[in-house]
């Protein structure tokens, strides 16, 4: 199992920016397909964005596209996400997600084994 920590969470207006980030440890993230999820209050935790190995394909919810953009460095180990123009609803907390099986990039948390702590995102009206 590998480990993954977040960071880079925190408290903007409507509007602006903020970029998570996810290291990953243990093992090189260049094994993983990677993703993020979010889980806000009373709801349940959904696919964001991910990412293939290479970082060549990404795969985004319908409500963050033209928003968000997930990105990859493999020779940092690390995993992006990009959020620009949040919303009130785009408060949550915000999981990164692992598999190293497969080459499809997956939308479901049960089809991914290595999870991070989440970090908080609330976005202010």
């Known amino acids: 199992q590998g480990q993954l920590v977040e960071s880079g969470g925190g408290l903007v207006q409507a509007g602006g920016s903020l970029r998570l980030s996810c290291a990953a440890s243990e093992r090189p993230s260049s094994l993983y397909i990677m993703a993020w999820f979010r889980q806000g209050q009373e709801k349940e935790r959904e696919f964001v964005a991910g990412i293939d190995r290479s970082g060549d394909s990404t795969r985004y919810t319908n409500s963050v596209k033209g928003r968000f953009t997930i990105s990859r460095n493999n020779a940092k180990n690390m995993v992006y996400l990009q959020m620009n123009s949040l919303k009130p609803e785009d408060t949550a907390v915000y999981y990164c997600?692992?598999?190293?099986?497969?080459?499809?990039?997956?939308?479901?948390?049960?089809?991914?084994?290595?999870w991070g702590q989440g970090t908080q995102v609330t976005v202010s009206s």
């Open positions: 997600a692992a598999v190293l099986t497969g080459l499809v990039i997956r939308t479901t948390q049960d089809e991914y084994d290595n």
